[in-house]
């Protein structure tokens, strides 16, 4: 199953994208030269996807097959645009819930932390198109299918998306060590989006500055962080104690 989703070839990254694949990550020898890759560049900057440009060994480790410099990994699912989701909510009339994870990288955090959002009733997870980790055949299996169940939809920018969702009168929570105050003192029964940041650096400061609420877990024992995929089950269930 690891490698169902990846493609390599520039005539088939060019086509996957030709028919509206979402490509999930995408390998770009460095300097790759030649009409074709002249054509995929062309196209990749029409539909504003990112690349990362790679030395060649990078590419071999990738697949042992003629990849012509290119080597791709199609998403198994299809992304969901955020403003479409954040009304389609609203209209329902129940009260969003909406995770944002910021540059969260371990793929079986990523797919625990789907498992427990699908679980808790989270309408949709918000991640970053660059940095974060990739929704790769391992998610799936973390997941334990849950990826199939619960909108994820991929933005541009974190902070965008945290404007957006005030904008919406959705609340902004960012759990974080740095908080004052438990998680247990915010009200999580209006509007909510909670984020959760990346293993080791947690939330950038960029986006706690944009948060309207910091909170944090108690701790007692000597080892100060639970892992992010806990800290975001009990997060999430402390918003369903509040609303039941």
Same mark, same amino acid.
Do not use: W
């Given at each position: 199953?690891? %490698?169902?989703?990846?493609?390599?070839?520039?005539? &088939?990254?060019?086509?996957?994208?030709?028919?509206?694949?979402?490509?999930?990550?995408?390998?770009?020898?460095?300097?790759?030269?030649?009409?074709? $890759?002249?054509?995929?560049?062309?196209?990749?900057?029409?539909?504003?996807?990112?690349?990362?440009?790679?030395?060649?060994?990078?590419?071999?480790?990738?697949?042992?097959? %003629?990849?012509?410099?290119?080597? $791709?990994?199609?998403?198994?699912?299809?992304?969901?645009?955020?403003?479409?989701?954040?009304?389609?909510?609203?209209?329902?009339?129940?009260?969003?819930?909406?995770?944002?994870?910021?540059?969260?990288?371990?793929?079986?955090?990523?797919? &625990?932390?789907?498992?427990? +959002?699908?679980?808790?009733?989270?309408?949709?997870?918000?991640?970053?198109?660059?940095?974060?980790?990739?929704?790769? &055949?391992?998610?799936?299996?973390?997941?334990?299918? $849950?990826?199939?169940?619960?909108?994820?939809?991929?933005?541009?920018?974190?902070?965008?998306?945290?404007?957006?969702?005030? +904008?919406?009168?959705?609340?902004?929570?960012?759990?974080?060590?740095? $908080?004052?105050?438990?998680?247990?003192?915010?009200?999580?029964?209006?509007?909510?989006?909670?984020?959760?940041?990346?293993?080791?650096?947690?939330?950038? %400061?960029?986006?706690?500055?944009?948060?309207?609420?910091?909170?944090?877990?108690?701790?007692?024992?000597?080892? +100060?962080?639970?892992?992010?995929?806990? &800290?975001?089950?009990?997060?999430?269930?402390?918003?369903?104690?509040?609303?039941?």
């Amino acid at each position: 199953m690891k %490698n169902e989703s990846q493609i390599f070839g520039i005539r &088939a990254v060019i086509e996957a994208i030709n028919s509206g694949k979402t490509i999930d990550k995408l390998f770009i020898q460095k300097g790759l030269q030649g009409e074709l $890759a002249k054509e995929l560049m062309s196209l990749l900057k029409k539909e504003n996807l990112n690349f990362s440009s790679v030395p060649i060994e990078k590419l071999n480790r990738l697949t042992r097959k %003629n990849h012509q410099g290119v080597v $791709a990994h199609i998403a198994p699912i299809e992304f969901q645009d955020l403003e479409n989701l954040v009304l389609q909510v609203i209209e329902s009339g129940k009260t969003p819930l909406f995770l944002i994870l910021d540059q969260l990288s371990d793929v079986r955090n990523f797919g &625990a932390i789907i498992r427990t +959002a699908e679980c808790t009733g989270v309408h949709g997870i918000i991640i970053q198109k660059k940095g974060g980790a990739p929704v790769s &055949a391992d998610t799936v299996k973390t997941s334990a299918g $849950a990826i199939f169940k619960i909108p994820i939809c991929k933005v541009d920018h974190i902070k965008d998306a945290m404007f957006y969702l005030q +904008a919406s009168g959705i609340q902004i929570v960012a759990a974080t060590e740095k $908080a004052t105050s438990p998680i247990y003192d915010i009200d999580l029964t209006t509007p909510t989006a909670i984020v959760m940041g990346s293993e080791g650096k947690g939330i950038s %400061n960029s986006v706690i500055k944009i948060a309207d609420h910091m909170a944090k877990l108690p701790m007692y024992g000597e080892i +100060a962080s639970l892992n992010v995929s806990v &800290a975001c089950g009990v997060f999430l269930y402390e918003s369903i104690r509040q609303r039941m």
